[in-house]
């Protein structure tokens, strides 16, 4: 069944891609002479039922050049319909459009030639497409490493239908049908994705209190209602029973009433999400803060940037609130991305590995170095071949030098932030190697271990077996660990022993039992540098088993200490020691 899910949704992500690649090469760009996204050039704001009035012009753009002025009144009404669409979404850029004006109650005719949407003039356009790509990435990863979490495929569910609802936004069309599947689709994706989010908050700290169950049901149906209320204002829109202008219009004007439903429906899902983080515990808490915070963001940055777009009437205000929005849009995925990687939301040490990203980090450096090359070149259109040619040069000179320290710089930001979470947790492995020499207490000791394997290597089950105790000496498992030393895949052998992977507890070179660990808790498998660090856990457990055992009470004092004085030597032996 989890195949079933992960081929599903990871071509829901294909889609996604796909679609937003269309979009932006398409839309924007124009490719393969198909219609690109254009502008009006003007703010138009709903005043009463079936009417825009014109607020604000951009200065020397299409509507400007068509003679259209500040308070002439658009009736919606007097339109056909695929211009009715383009008013409440983006005309074609390079096509004529004939509006129906007002102005001091004289009827009026304007032909507007929208102009494309220019990508210099917008950088937050890249922006937005990056931080839509890489959501898309990010919910495609999910599944891809843990398709059989039900918590896993609802945030990847959630991710791809905001994803889709945005990534369809950069389309124009002359067909009044494809304007209707447009937006029938955004609005079905949005409110489909805040059911996704309350979904995926319930499935925190289960079974789920009363109150939380209340606001995860009213989070639900008021997201159903704003679904219903999109359908019927494309459907009012179409056949003109009733204005739906407000509600519809994409870029200004809102009609708070109408989207006061999903309104109200983010700050249930926010609200469920706090009290889903308020739920956890432990281990659980920190990766509800990590997952819902982000999509609390989210869906909050939306509503939020809807009102501010909604009150401005004028043209430069309305197009820097958009490019906020698309900015802020860029925070999500690097914060799922640290959540994922940093504080291991989920495990993806071996697909996000230092030499993917010293790749992307290279990438990174490359595309920076070519856009100062571009602006430099635009700045300097008007010098000299020779100048041009000098500054080239440099930034050549520039590119070559810099990657080294670039390189070392991103080893330890790498470290520090990506896998701070997995080293702290070896660490503490190691250390407790070491400490265990200090308890002189048989069954502390065994709990300790448990505890500390199960804390810092997410080990859903651990179990401490003893030659001749709980464990057959001519086991398999425990042959193999006598002969060879090292740990063994349990999955590999016929044994008795329950779990994942076994490390011997050695002292003296005898073998004084077994760490047994089980699978991990969050599904992923051991990292390599996780294993060699329970193997020094378990052999230094082993030592300290193996004097506890032997029943020097009166001694016992001594050789530990004898002992712990031995470790303090070997450590700092290791530090003086030359480091390549």
Same mark, same amino acid.
């Given at each position: 069944?989890?195949?079933?899910?992960?081929?599903?949704?990871l071509?829901l992500?294909?889609g996604?891609?796909?679609?937003?690649?269309?979009s932006?090469?398409f839309?924007?760009? %124009?490719?393969?002479?198909?219609?690109?996204?254009?502008?009006?050039?003007?703010q138009v704001?709903p005043?009463?039922?079936?009417?825009?009035?014109?607020?604000?012009?951009?200065?020397?753009?299409?509507?400007?050049?068509?003679?259209i002025?500040?308070?002439?009144?658009?009736?919606?009404?007097?339109?056909p319909?695929?211009?009715?669409?383009?008013l409440?979404?983006e005309p074609?850029?390079?096509?004529?459009?004939?509006?129906q004006l007002?102005?001091g109650?004289?009827?009026?005719?304007?032909?507007?030639?929208p102009?494309g949407?220019?990508?210099?003039?917008?950088p937050?356009?890249?922006?937005?497409?990056?931080?839509?790509?890489w959501?898309?990435?990010?919910?495609?990863?999910?599944?891809?490493?843990?398709p =059989?979490?039900?918590?896993?495929r609802l945030?990847?569910l959630?991710?791809?239908?905001t994803?889709?609802?945005r990534?369809?936004?950069?389309?124009s069309?002359?067909?009044?049908?494809?304007?209707?599947?447009?937006?029938?689709?955004?609005?079905?994706?949005?409110?489909?994705?805040?059911?996704?989010?309350?979904?995926?908050?319930?499935?925190?700290?289960?079974?789920?209190?009363?109150l939380?169950r209340?606001?995860?049901?009213?989070?639900?149906a008021l997201?159903?209602?704003?679904?219903?209320?999109?359908?019927?204002?494309?459907?009012g829109?179409?056949?003109?029973?009733?204005s739906?202008?407000a509600?519809?219009?994409f870029?200004? %004007?809102?009609?708070?009433?109408?989207?006061?439903?999903?309104?109200?429906?983010?700050?249930a899902?926010?609200?469920?999400?706090?009290?889903?983080?308020g739920?956890?515990?432990? =281990? =659980?808490?920190q990766?509800?803060?990590?997952?819902?915070?982000p999509?609390?963001?989210?869906?909050?940055?939306?509503?939020?940037?809807?009102?501010?777009?909604?009150?401005q009437?004028?043209?430069?205000?309305?197009?820097?609130w958009?490019?906020?929005?698309n900015v802020l /849009?860029?925070?999500?995925p690097?914060l799922?991305?640290?959540?994922?990687?940093?504080?291991r939301?989920?495990?993806?040490?071996f697909v996000?590995n230092?030499?993917l990203?010293?790749?992307?980090?290279?990438?990174i450096?490359?595309?920076?170095?070519?856009?100062v090359?571009?602006?430099?070149?635009?700045?300097?259109?008007?010098?000299?071949?020779?100048?041009?040619?000098v500054?080239?040069?440099?930034?050549a000179l %520039?590119?070559?030098l810099s990657?080294?320290?670039?390189?070392?710089?991103?080893?330890?930001?790498?470290d520090?932030?990506f896998?701070?979470?997995?080293h702290?947790?070896?660490?503490?492995?190691?250390?407790?190697?070491h400490?265990?020499?200090?308890?002189?207490?048989?069954?502390?000791?065994i709990e300790r271990?448990?505890?500390?394997v199960?804390e810092?290597?997410?080990?859903?089950?651990v179990?401490?077996?003893?030659?001749?105790?709980?464990?057959d000496?001519n086991?398999?498992a425990?042959v193999a660990?006598?002969?060879w030393?090292?740990?063994?895949?349990?999955?590999?052998?016929?044994?008795?022993?329950?779990g994942?992977y076994?490390?011997?507890?050695l002292?003296?070179?005898?073998?004084?039992?077994?760490?047994?660990?089980g699978?991990?808790?969050?599904?992923?498998?051991?990292?390599?540098?996780?294993?060699?660090?329970?193997?020094?856990?378990?052999?230094?457990?082993?030592?300290?088993?193996?004097?506890?055992?032997? %029943?020097?009470?009166?001694?016992?004092?001594?050789?530990?200490?004898q002992l712990?004085? /031995?470790?303090?030597?070997?450590?700092a032996?290791?530090?003086?020691?030359?480091?390549?």
């Open positions: 069944m989890s195949g079933r899910w992960k081929v599903a949704i071509s992500c294909a996604s891609a796909l679609l937003l690649l269309a932006q090469l839309g924007l760009l %124009g490719y393969g002479g198909m219609p690109r996204v254009g502008l009006w050039g003007m704001v005043d009463k039922p079936f009417t825009f009035v014109v607020t604000s012009l951009d200065p020397g753009q299409g509507a400007d050049r068509a003679g002025r500040p308070g002439d009144v658009i009736d919606m009404r007097a339109q319909l695929t211009v009715r669409f383009w409440l979404d074609i850029a390079g096509r004529p459009a004939t509006l007002v102005r109650g004289r009827a009026l005719t304007a032909t507007v030639m102009t949407i220019s990508v210099r003039r917008r937050d356009i890249i922006v937005f497409a990056v931080a839509i790509l959501m898309i990435a990010f919910a495609a990863l999910l599944v891809w490493r843990k =059989e979490s039900y918590d896993v945030l990847s959630t991710l791809i239908c994803a889709a609802s990534a369809i936004v950069n389309f069309s002359s067909s009044a049908a494809f304007y209707v599947v447009d937006f029938l689709s955004i609005y079905v994706l949005y409110g489909a994705a805040v059911i996704l989010w309350a979904m995926y908050c319930g499935t925190f700290d289960r079974p789920l209190s009363p939380r209340i606001v995860g049901y009213v989070c639900v997201a159903v209602v704003s679904i219903a209320i999109g359908v019927a204002a494309v459907i829109e179409m056949t003109l029973w009733f739906a202008d509600y519809l219009h870029y200004g %004007g809102r009609s708070e009433q109408w989207h006061l439903p999903y309104d109200f429906a983010v700050v899902g926010i609200v469920a999400g706090a009290l889903a983080i739920a956890s515990r432990g =281990e =659980e808490r990766r509800a803060v990590w997952a819902l915070v999509l609390g963001l989210l869906f909050g940055f939306n509503v939020i940037g809807g009102y501010f777009e909604g009150s009437t004028g043209y430069s205000a309305l197009v820097f958009i490019a906020i929005r /849009l860029f925070v999500v690097i799922l991305t640290y959540a994922a990687l940093g504080r939301l989920l495990d993806v040490g996000a230092r030499a990203i010293f790749g992307i980090v290279s990438a450096v490359v595309c920076v170095f070519l856009i090359e571009w602006a430099a070149n635009e700045l300097l259109v008007n010098a000299s071949r020779t100048t041009g040619t500054f080239s040069m440099a930034v %520039g590119l070559g990657m080294r320290p670039i390189h070392r710089w991103t080893d330890r930001f790498v520090q932030v896998f701070r979470k997995r702290e947790d070896e660490a503490a492995l190691r250390r407790f190697a400490e265990a020499a200090y308890i002189t207490d048989r069954e502390t000791l271990t448990v505890e500390t199960r810092h290597a997410y080990a859903a089950t179990s401490v077996m003893f030659l001749g105790t709980n464990v000496e086991d398999r425990i660990l006598r002969t030393h090292k740990p063994v895949d349990l999955d590999t052998l016929e044994t008795t022993l329950q994942e076994a490390y011997p507890m002292s003296r070179g005898r073998l004084m039992g077994a760490l047994v660990c699978p991990k808790a969050d599904g992923e498998s051991y990292a390599p540098d996780e294993s060699a660090a329970l193997f020094e856990l378990a052999h230094g457990v082993g030592t300290a088993l193996d004097l506890l055992g032997e %029943g020097r009470t009166d001694g016992s004092t001594a050789v530990l200490e712990a004085a /031995l470790n303090r030597r070997l450590d032996l290791t530090e003086l020691q030359p480091r390549h």
